[in-house]
């Protein structure tokens, strides 16, 4: 397992499964997060959700709800968040202003089903093709977020992807300049793992 400060920040979004809404509290109980592998620039990513890999901490303390990653757009806050079945797990609760009523709404009568976090990666295994992870788990190539922080979470009006995605917009709207800081960013990760 290595240390990766380079590839450390990113978003992932996932339609959400609604699993509870106390319209007296404004409260949504709902999966921010999962295991699917998604591929970033080119490269094969999974958010490990076993014991230990996932700090909650910052979430659980101080976490905010957000609406499309804007942090000038807070709807609400994260009153608990945990890991269940390799998923991450959240109750939220929504505030009482116009804007975050009216993301409240769209939630409620799902018109709003995607979630998306951003997240910050600490330590990574990368898994070479024809090899599986050390604990069996992912087959390679792919590299395995092993400890990451997620530090937001976001209700998204366009998930990336519809079974679990990671913020493709920027991908699609601008790939040229995505892929050559991808490629850039690559290279900066390879140096540093041989040093």
């Not at 319209?23 to 999974?46: A, Q």
Request: aromatic share 8%; glycine share 6%; net charge negative.
């Amino acid at each position: 397992m290595a240390e990766n400060k380079n590839r450390s920040i990113g978003t992932r979004s996932l339609p959400f499964k609604l699993r509870e809404i106390d319209e007296d509290n404004r409260t949504v109980t709902l999966s921010f997060s999962s295991e699917e592998p998604y591929s970033r620039y080119g490269e094969t990513e999974i958010l490990d959700h076993a014991d230990g890999a996932v700090d909650l901490t910052r979430l659980n303390d101080i976490g905010c709800v957000l609406f499309n990653h804007n942090r000038d757009f807070v709807v609400g806050k994260v009153l608990k968040a945990w890991v269940e079945n390799n998923r991450g797990v959240a109750q939220i609760q929504f505030d009482e202003d116009e804007k975050s009523n009216e993301i409240y709404e769209k939630v409620k009568n799902e018109t709003l089903k995607g979630t998306s976090i951003g997240y910050r990666i600490t330590a990574v295994e990368n898994v070479a093709a024809n090899s599986v992870s050390a604990d069996k788990r992912f087959a390679g190539p792919c590299y395995i977020a092993r400890k990451w922080e997620p530090f937001e979470i976001s209700i998204v009006s366009v998930p990336a992807d519809p079974t679990v995605g990671v913020s493709r917009d920027f991908e699609v709207v601008n790939k040229e300049v995505a892929r050559a800081l991808a490629e850039a960013q690559i290279k900066i990760n390879k140096n540093k793992c041989s040093l």
